[in-house]
């Protein structure tokens, strides 16, 4: 991927016990470096806290993960 002219969208995934997995986005400059990542993620509807786990009633909202970009996940309208 290194040196291609291009920035390039890839979907991504972390297993998880393997029972179950979280997808996402990453967005990867043409040198390949992950520039960002896009997240959705389970969110209470009425205090706007991330869950570890969703359940009916829950919203999903997509994140920016706080990982090189600053301590907090930035909400992505």
Same mark, same amino acid.
């Given at each position: 991927m290194s040196g291609t002219g291009y920035y390039q969208i890839e979907a991504q995934s972390y297993d998880i016990l393997g029972v179950a997995s979280h997808?996402?986005?990453?967005?990867?400059?043409p040198d390949g470096n992950i520039v960002q990542e896009l997240h959705g993620l389970a969110t209470d509807p009425e205090t706007g806290e991330i869950l570890t786990i969703g359940t009916i009633g829950d919203e999903l909202q997509f994140?920016? $993960? $706080?990982h090189k970009y600053g301590d907090t996940y930035s909400v992505v309208v």
């Open positions: 997808d996402f986005w990453v967005l990867r400059d994140y920016d $993960p $706080p």
